[in-house]
Nanobody, 124 residues
Framework: QVQLEESGGGLVQAGASLRLSCTVSRRTFSMYAMGWFRQAPGKEREFVATINWNGGSTRYADSVKGRFTVSRDNAKNTVVLQMNSLKSEDTAVYYC?????????????????WGQGTQVTVSS
């Protein structure tokens, strides 16, 4: 059973930073890409960031490019989303997900395991 556990969410003011972490109980963690998605109230879940199996390739949603950075530590089965210069529109539940393949992907359908999510609230 693969489990993903996010942590690091919280309530911050606009302009602040947060660091989300996701720990994955998957023996073959290092073989698969990871992704971060978010869902704001009343909206559909959307792609945020993805990183390939070895961290050599990343992609970001236009709305977070230049502010968010995704990274991974395969020795610790962990993926991190560093969020800087937060805006009120970043308020959402953030989910990490483990991909079916090694390549980074922006598509939800490529991910077969999901965490429960962590709330990020940015006050303006």
């Amino acid at each position: 059973q693969v489990q993903l556990e996010e942590s690091g969410g919280g309530l911050v003011q606009a302009g602040a930073s947060l660091r989300l972490s996701c720990t994955v109980s998957r023996r073959t963690f290092s073989m698969y890409a990871m992704g971060w998605f978010r869902q704001a109230p009343g909206k559909e879940r959307e792609f945020v960031a993805t990183i390939n199996w070895n961290g050599g390739s990343t992609r970001y949603a236009d709305s977070v490019k230049g502010r968010f950075t995704v990274s991974r530590d395969n020795a610790k089965n962990t993926v991190v989303l560093q969020m800087n210069s937060l805006k009120s529109e970043d308020t959402a539940v953030y989910y990490c997900a483990s991909s079916r393949s090694a390549a980074a992907s922006i598509y939800e359908g490529q991910y077969d395991y999901w965490g429960q999510g962590t709330q990020v609230t940015v006050s303006s």
